[in-house]
């Protein structure tokens, strides 16, 4: 098992900067794909409504984003620290959200995935609100 604890957010204005930490205990994340997903304010606090937002993989040699945080988030990763960061810069206020970070070890490390069921282990998310 892994946990999961994500921390980092906060209040910020319109253009500015935020680094979200996923650190894990319990187990390693050198051999997992780590993914970050948001659910903003007024939906259903349903998992399937977690929206994608960014994916890395064991090495941290790949990435993926989605088209709105492309050019303005990085995520990445230090083995050391056993902890996968998402650096938010240029945030925009629908950019407002619970961010939770997510791992999974199906695929050794290897497949990006965007959909959330395909992560097994979750933490409890962390507020970023974006003010205009």
């Known amino acids: 098992q892994v946990q999961l604890v994500e921390s980092g957010g906060g209040l910020v204005q319109a253009g500015g900067s935020l680094r979200l930490s996923c650190a894990a205990s319990?187990?390693?994340?050198?051999?997992?794909?780590v993914g970050w997903f948001r659910q903003a304010p007024g939906e259903e606090r349903l998992f399937v409504e977690r929206k994608f937002v960014s994916a890395i993989n064991w090495s941290g040699s790949s990435t993926n984003y989605t088209d709105s945080v492309a050019g303005r988030f990085t995520i990445f990763r230090d083995s050391a620290k056993n902890t996968v960061y998402l650096q938010m810069n240029s945030l925009k206020p629908e950019d407002t959200a619970v961010y939770y970070c997510?791992?999974?070890?199906?695929?050794?490390?290897?497949?990006?995935?965007?959909?959330?069921?395909?992560?097994?282990?979750w933490g409890q998310g962390t507020q970023v609100t974006v003010s205009s």
């Open positions: 997510a791992a999974d070890y199906r695929s050794g490390g290897v497949v990006l995935q965007r959909d959330p069921y395909a992560y097994t282990f």
């Open positions: 319990g187990r390693t994340l050198s051999d997992c794909i």
